[in-house]
């Protein structure tokens, strides 16, 4: 199974203003997209897994702890399970590939974040396909000072 990849844009500046990019990803396979936001800075939105769905993640606003985790065992999954932890933010465009057989989730770390998600199945599959466990789970959303 692949593991979840990041792919790094990039931002372009001049006299008329910016441009925010990500040129290494291409569209294949997305069938749909939503944008998540949370009324309240630092929510937790976990964990969402799927068998066959797989993912894009891009913040638009703001900017977000993302983790995704792969799932061993569909009933009860291994507390001990590697992690993957990702800070996105606006400014620094990139997109995170979530591949199937991951559940994911995500903390907003500024006001008014904001996350595009792009799937690999319609909503009418993704509803057949849809495992949520408990938010703290695997809990990853602490934010250490440094």
Do not use: C
Request: proline share 4%.
């Amino acid at each position: 199974m692949s593991k979840p990849v990041l792919i790094e844009g990039g931002l372009a500046v001049d006299d008329r203003g910016e441009v925010r990019f990500v040129n290494g990803f291409h569209f294949d396979g997305v069938k749909r997209f939503y944008s998540v936001s949370n009324h309240q800075l630092g929510f937790v939105r976990a964990w969402h897994a799927h068998r066959r769905e797989g993912k894009y993640v891009f913040v638009t606003r703001g900017s977000a702890i993302v983790g995704a985790v792969e799932i061993d065992d569909w009933e009860k999954p291994g507390r001990s399970s590697q992690v993957h932890r990702f800070v996105l933010s606006a400014v620094k465009p990139a997109i995170l590939h979530i591949p199937p057989g991951y559940a994911n989730g995500f903390k907003s770390l500024e006001p008014d974040t904001q996350l595009m998600f792009f799937s690999t199945a319609t909503i009418e599959e993704s509803r057949g396909d849809d495992v949520r466990y408990d938010a703290r789970y695997w809990d990853i959303w602490t934010v250490e000072e440094r």
